[in-house]
Every structure is written in C-alpha cells, then in structure tokens.
C-alpha cells in the first residue's frame, strides 16, 4: 500500500498478524465508538517535544533509557507499584547521566502496555487446551479468563489514564527531585555494593555540589516522564489516533511513543501500514533475520522523509549473534541516508525456559549482548544511544543473576510476570551503573 493514501484505517484489509477474535462484535464497536469520544491521554506538544528530543539523542547529544513491564497487569494499576516504577527508571537516569555525562529521556513501557504478541493461539493448561494470555487489554492470565473480553478495551483506557495521572503527579510533586535521600536506600549492603560505592560517592558528592551551587533550576529538577507501548491491538490503536488540527497531522494520543514489534513488523502487513501514517516517534523492533535489503525497504515506508527523531531501531539479537547481523543493518541505514536512534533491546532474544517450565533470562546473556552491540556501533563508526529493558521496581525473581546471585532454584520465590521475565530493582540498578561504565569507556 505504500505510496497510496494514508488514513487511520487504511490498514484495514491487510493481513493483521496477532489480533484476537472476539464472539460479539457489536460489543467490540461499542467499545471503540465510545473510546473515540474520550479524551486523549497525551497532547499533539508533548508527543513532538519527544521526538525532538530522540532526534538530540541520534546526534549523540542525549541518552534514551526506555524501560517497564513486558505486560502491565490492570492489578498493578495501584500507587505503590507506580512509584516503584518511576523511581528505579529515575535511579538508573541518575546513573546513566552521570556517567555518559549526558541528559536521558525518560520513556517508560507503561501507561497502556497491555497486549502481547504469542507465539501459539492456545496453550494446555493443567491438562486443559486453552487460549493463550494476549495481555490485560485482551483476555486474563486466569486459565478460567482467556475469552477476548470487549469491555478490557474500555478498563485499559481507564488504568491507562490513572496510571499516567499518577506518574504525571509525582513528577510534578518533587518525586523525581535528585536531591530527594528516598532515590539513594540502595538495595545492597555496603558488602554487596562493593565496587559500586565509588561511583556512588560521586554521583552524591555531585549533587551535593550543585546544590552548594544553588540546586537545579526547576525544569531539570523534575525530570519529564514520556510513556510507550507495542502497537499491537489495530482497532484499539487507530480508536486513540487523533487528527490534531493545529498541526495538520495524526498523532496516536494514547502514548507519546509506539513501537512494532518483531512478529508484526511484514512489509506488506497491516501493523507498518497503520503506523507509517503517525506523526508520533516511532520504534520498531528489528530481530536476527532482519536483512539490509529488507531494512532499506522499511525504512523508506516508515520514515520517507528522513525525518530526525522520527525512528528508533530496536535490535533484539541474543547474546552472540549481533556480529553477524548488526554491522550490515548500520550500514544500510547510514547509505540511506536515515537519521535512526539505535537502541539496544539485550532481553528479547536471551529467553530461556528452565526445567521447571519458568521463563527466565540470565544478567549475564542481557550484559553481553549490550556489550557487543556498544562496541559493534563503536567500531562501525555509529553510535548506540538507547537501551531498551524489561523491568521492575518491585523485588521479584525473573531473570537470573547478578549482584543477588539469583539461580534457577530461587525464581520460583517471587516470579510474578504473567509474561516475559524482568530485572529487578537490584538488577536494573546494577545494569545501569555497567552502562555507565561502559560510556566512560
Ligand atoms: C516485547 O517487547 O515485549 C516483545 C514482544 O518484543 P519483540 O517484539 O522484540 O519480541
Ligand atoms: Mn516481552
């Protein structure tokens, strides 16, 4: 459909991989047709002052830490979770800044992240085949709740928008004030902490200077929060794309960034169709079989114009696998001619499941993946600005590793994903001041 008009259905006749099959469909219209009339969650402003933002970041003028859950669950829509997530996403910034000696925009996977991409329809639970989980938008974890429900449409928007009012209020609170002590409780003993307490000592002899100074004006004190999630349910996407007047384009209003994922990202699929049209930055996940031919003929659907901040390419390889790929994709994207963020996405391709049937990924496969892909963009003459994690404030037992020791037999102690395993607070920490260690390199 390239090169026809755009509109925000104009993806409807394309083959949609992934979109549930609901029983009653004039409860689906229902549902979209009063999701039409509800308010926006974001604004036309905020959406391009992110963009801007991601096109510093190409430059190499800024850092994107773009982090959450693999899914949101609507019974984490409750304040303490909230907080818990700001504040591990804040923490890592702090250390990202301070040792890139670089801003960081803040892009939270939340706020709207409830659908999933599987790779079955059905799944034998207990002994039972059912449909498998697509995410809270679509159906429920519960083996008893896998039918496409309509009425998830409507509650997603509603989390959704409590979710961000919540974010919104705690950053225009103070919450994310750096000189804020609650940042700091570190979730290590000083053992353990080991040698993380040099770069911590500085990051608060730091502050504490600029505070000597006068502390920061307001504007960096509270630093921005920006929320994405994978555009993946079409109809429920294109209920939240908005014709924004004053600037003459479609924005999708129901988060500042919308990403494609790697099972729905077909030239000729409906998912790039529908998102080519956005005037919103854009992600999209590119995995191992990504080719340059390929590549070129992606970008030149999704961003014709070149235009700076528009997208970031999310590579999601595996540990041991971007050397073969990686240095052929920057190329093609550099002869293009295409202004892309690079982001580094070290969780997806590092899935493994245990003999006890857990999902989990190892710190160790996530570290090397981020390594190697840093230093293939360092030595092919680009440039990795953006890492793309999964994770959590809460102390749960997902992946294993990391300063905990966590092994296999300790995940079944807290593994609450209804998904893809995250790090912890613990882990997430630790990977962030490795990241810092790895700017100053
Ligand atoms: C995800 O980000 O949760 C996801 C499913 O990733 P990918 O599309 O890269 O597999
Ligand atoms: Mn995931």
């Known amino acids: 459909m390239t090169g026809l008009a755009w509109t925000p259905d104009s993806w409807r006749g394309l083959p949609a991989a992934q979109q549930p099959r ?27 002052h992110l963009r801007a933002l991601i096109a510093e970041a190409a430059a190499g003028k800024r850092f994107l830490l773009q982090g959450g859950d693999c899914a949101e669950a609507f019974a984490d829509c409750r304040g303490a979770i909230i907080q818990d997530k700001l504040r591990v996403l804040l923490q890592m910034s702090v250390l990202i800044t301070h040792g890139g000696r670089t801003g960081v925009i803040h892009l939270g996977r939340i706020a709207g992240q409830y659908a999933k991409p599987r790779s079955g ?15 809270d938008l ?66 608060r002899a730091s502050l504490d200077f600029v505070k000597c100074l006068g502390g920061l004006p307001e504007h960096l004190r509270t ?44 030239l000729d699929g409906a998912h790039l169709e529908y998102i080519r049209g956005l005037a919103n930055p854009i992600g999209l996940k590119v995995g191992a079989a990504m080719t340059p031919e390929e590549l070129r003929q992606v970008l030149s659907k999704l961003d014709p114009q070149r235009q ?32 892309v963020l690079w982001s580094c996405d070290p969780m997806h391709g590092n899935g493994r499941t245990t003999a006890g049937g857990l999902k989990t990924r190892a710190f160790g496969d996530i570290l090397q993946e981020l390594r190697e892909v840093a230093d293939l963009h360092r030595t092919h003459g680009s440039r990795l600005r953006a890492v793309h994690f999964e994770l959590t404030g809460e102390p749960v037992t997902e992946c294993t590793g990391g300063v905990e020791g966590l092994d296999e037999a300790g995940l079944e102690r807290a593994y609450k994903s209804g998904c893809d395993p995250r790090l912890n607070r613990s882990q997430s920490l630790e990977m962030a001041f490795l990241i810092a260690q790895m700017m100053r390199r």
């Open 308 to 339: 700076p901040g528009r997208l970031t390419l999310i590579t999601r390889f595996g540990a041991g696998k971007a050397g073969r790929v990686l240095p052929g994709l920057i190329e093609a994207a550099r002869a293009e001619g295409h202004p």
């Open 138 to 203: 679509i159906n429920g974890v519960d083996p008893d709740q896998r039918e496409a429900d309509p009425r998830r449409l409507l509650e997603a928007y509603h989390r959704a928008a409590a979710t961000l009012n919540h974010l919104r209020a705690l950053v225009d609170g103070g919450f994310a004030d750096l000189h804020n002590p609650e940042h700091w409780d570190l979730p290590w003993s000083r053992e353990d902490a080991g040698h993380y307490l040099e770069t911590l000592d500085q990051v």
């Open 22 to 48: 609901y029983r009653d469909a004039a409860a689906v219209d229902a549902a979209l047709a009063e999701l039409r009339e509800l308010p926006p969650l974001v604004v036309a402003e905020e959406v391009d």
């Open 223 to 266: 630093g921005e929060l920006f929320t994405s999630h994978e555009a993946l349910h079409l109809p429920f996407e294109t209920a939240l794309t908005r014709w924004a007047p004053e600037k003459g384009a479609h924005y999708n209003l129901g988060a500042h960034f919308l990403w494609i994922g790697e099972r729905t990202r077909q």
């Open 121 to 135: 329809d059905t799944e034998v639970v207990d002994g039972r085949e059912v449909p498998v989980y697509r995410g």
